[in-house]
């Protein structure tokens, strides 16, 4: 499979390997050293394999994942994007999206079961090429290690990659609270949100990926639905439902009745008012909880929350929709956001003190936010206009 090299890796066979083994076709991401973060050569080595496979008879299924345990995929290459906004290279950062968000619907829309094995860090683009598995027929399967988020708002992006959409469909206000806050789920919160599917117990065996990896390889299948239950009756998987202990007792259905109480409010001003005013007068838990998330909020991007409540209330049209609206965002935040001053802030100096454009989510102008959602493209000329559904 022919490769075009990126700025940002060196060399993306190196760093997603693909193969077709036993009717399966097998994507592993082999960049352990950025957390498997997504370069544009990598998205494009993903989306030449699915393009490759998507009429071949003899491949049923594909899976997605890492022999890596800290990472399946950490986001996309943001100190990357950070450099070529600095380089004055705006066609870097438009190709990276435009393809990214390509492959995202690629995998929402593919025919065959996409499975998504996801171990260690889950968060951000690592949630764009694992999220689709579900509209396929396919698995979103999740272990004790699995840390799953869209923290965006502390970088002053949104939840982009399409999961907006993913998000809005959450039970109750769990969409909205995940969006502004960026909070990080373990395997139980995942499935108690409807944003996994499967569980992989990994205190029965230490290695339960690469025993399932290896029946993947040897048991024989006759079509793809035969693979997604394999794995489904594996004797590392769980099936875990809503109404499990563990999922039950998860730190998300703990919060539940306080997340719709406050986050059900309709702007991030309000969710915050709510908040502060439990911190002040509720007693116990809630009160304890409310406190710590009134702190979380007053470190993200105020305009940045802003932007992602609204990307969640707008998400109920189609994802190709949601797409076409993320990549509009994605130039408004680089150009007038505070995605730059966030990644300088959090990643590339680390001195964590953030100059956001607004100093208080109240000084946020409803017209600064509609604003954002503004697109540099007409309707005939949008770079995603060929996507449907």
Known sequence: MSQQTDPSTADAGQHVLTHVTNRIGFIELER??????????????MQAALD?????????????YTRHPRAFCAG????FLYESYRAGDQAGIDTFFIEEYRLNHTIFSYPKPYIALMNGVVMGGGMGISQGAHRTGGLRVVDGTTRMAMPETRIGLFPDVGMGWFLARTPGALGRYLAVTGETLDAASALYAGLADVAIDSSVDGNAHAALLDALQTEPFMAGDDIV??????PQSEALGRESAEVAACALAVARTWIDRHFSRPTVAEILASLTAAQREAKGAEGEWAEQIVGVLHERSPLSMAVSLEVVSRAEGSMADVLRRDLDLTRSS????DVVEGIRARIIDKDNHPRWHFARIEDVPPAEVEAMFRS??????????ALSG
């Not at 997504?38 to 080595?45: D, K």
């Not at 490759?52 to 997605?64: I, T």
């Not at 680089?334 to 956001?337: H, I, N």
């Not at 309707?379 to 995603?384: D, G, Q, R």
């Open 32 to 45: 352990p050293q950025a957390l498997n973060a997504l370069s544009t050569s990598m998205v494009r080595a």
């Open 52 to 64: 490759a496979w998507r009429d071949d008879p003899e491949v049923l299924a594909v899976l997605v």
């Open 76 to 79: 996309g290459d943001i100190r």
């Open 229 to 234: 239950k394999c794995i489904r009756r594996a």
């Open 334 to 337: 680089f150009a007038q956001g």
């Open 376 to 385: 540099p493209w007409s309707i005939t000329e949008h770079p995603l206009r």
